[in-house]
């Protein structure tokens, strides 16, 4: 095996126009950019990297992917080399480490590729992604009820009331995410052309106050951003307890996909 892979990150068009600035860029292990156009004549092409094989080898890359500075940092330059693109042309973004053993694998792929990854650039030109999060504060009471006296009860019984009140103000909260969401939604199939539904995150993963309830993604077409991000900001407007955090426009990560028959490369994997 060569002591190097190739890294990819996008699929575009437009090779023309993207071969000066992609030049200039930095991507994985500060490699630097190039395009590994296919074989047909319509300007579509890999935005790639060589990279050190001996990272991207299943074992190796199991290992790191525990490794939260390493990760960090690929996903780093993954993304801003798709950003970087993206300001040039439509990309179709591909999964963090998608790796092939050389630019003739991936160019195989690509052409392998090529009605499906047309398709779908066809599908997000003049789009793009706005992520919309959702978060409740069970500290905040909406309609709570006052304090329940509790004197005349044992402590077992003033124990249990005081359990029972805890449970209905988290109820509250909830009803009143449940409101905001679809309040939110609402809003946002107005003006998008997709949407997509993520896990909700946790820990250090939900990057604010509050426990997140809704992590969504919305297709939106460049020029209703406007309208879209203004309206779903305030679409939970005098919900307590609840806040709506947008964020973007980014690259449409949440509406590529991979080609059809991908095999372990498409995964990730070193093949």
């Known amino acids: 095996m060569s002591d190097l892979v190739t890294y990819v990150y996008a699929v575009a068009r437009n090779a023309d126009a993207l071969a000066e600035p992609t030049a200039a860029l930095k991507g994985v292990a500060d490699a630097p950019v190039h395009l590994v156009a296919g074989t047909h004549d319509d300007a579509l092409v890999f935005v790639a990297s060589h990279v050190p094989a001996q990272d991207f080898q299943e074992d190796a890359l199991k290992r790191h992917l525990e ?114 969401a679809e309040r939110v939604e ?42 879209f991000r203004a309206e779903v900001t305030h679409a939970a407007d005098g919900v307590q307890g609840v806040r709506v955090e947008v964020t973007g426009p980014w690259a449409p990560y949440s509406f590529a996909m991979p080609p059809a028959g991908s095999s372990d490369a498409e995964e990730g994997a070193c093949p």
């Open 67 to 180: 490794d939260l500075d390493w990760l960090e940092a690929v996903a780093r330059a993954h993304h801003g080399v798709i950003e970087a693109v993206a300001t040039r042309t439509t990309v179709l973004p591909m999964r963090l480490a998608t790796v092939y053993l050389d630019d003739n694998r991936a160019r195989d792929v690509l052409d392998g590729g090529r009605a499906l990854f047309s398709e779908r650039l066809a599908r997000l030109a003049e789009h793009v992604e706005w992520g919309v999060k959702i978060y409740v504060e069970p500290s905040v009471t909406p309609d709570a009820p006052g304090p329940t006296p509790t004197a005349d009860l044992t402590p077992g019984r003033a124990y249990l009331r005081h359990r029972r009140q805890q449970q209905s103000v988290r109820d509250s909260v909830y009803r009143a995410a449940q409101q905001a």
């Open 186 to 227: 609402a809003a946002g199939r107005k003006h998008a052309a997709d949407h997509a539904r993520h896990r909700v995150q946790q820990g250090v993963l939900a990057g604010g106050a509050g426990e997140n309830v809704v992590n969504d993604a919305y297709l939106v077409p460049r020029d209703r951003c406007e309208e």
